[in-house]
């Protein structure tokens, strides 16, 4: 199995560990290596990056995403990097840290998204509430919970098989 077919499989449209059939869970998603950051996969058009951006009060800063993810993951839950999180270019708040599941729980104007740690690998999901899914053939709105289902669950299969 190639790494772009674990979020085809496992993140976009997936069977949960209750059996239910959830399809276009997540609107975007990549798999990005813990230590330095490198894409292992992503949907198209979705990407971690580097660039310069201008903070009001601080000035022009270059911002990395992964650098800041990182920094989160270790002040459990609080980034301490200008900027704060983003997403492919795109500012999120982090709303919750869990610590059981080691993920953070982020939010934006009209979605969030989901990044679980793993001993390898960030697992990041987003989603857009706009969007639909669909959980066993029914209709719903793109959400946080069925976010982190399949994010967490990724996670704890790739922690299970050390990454």
Known sequence: MSWNDYITNHLISTTDSYNHILENVVEEASIIGRQDGIEWASTENFSIQKYNIT???????????????????????????????????IKYYIINYDIDNNSLYLKKQGGGAVIAMTNLTFIIGTFNSEKKMK?????????????????????????????
């Open 55 to 89: 903070i009001e009060n601080i000035g022009e800063i270059e911002l990395n995403e992964y650098e800041n993810i990182k920094n989160a993951f270790e002040n459990k839950g609080e980034c301490n990097k200008e900027g704060g999180i983003r997403l492919n270019n």
């Open 135 to 163: 959980k066993d053939g029914v209709e719903e709105n793109q959400n946080i919970g069925n976010c982190a289902k399949v994010v967490e669950e990724l996670a704890k299969f790739f922690i299970g098989v050390n990454y």
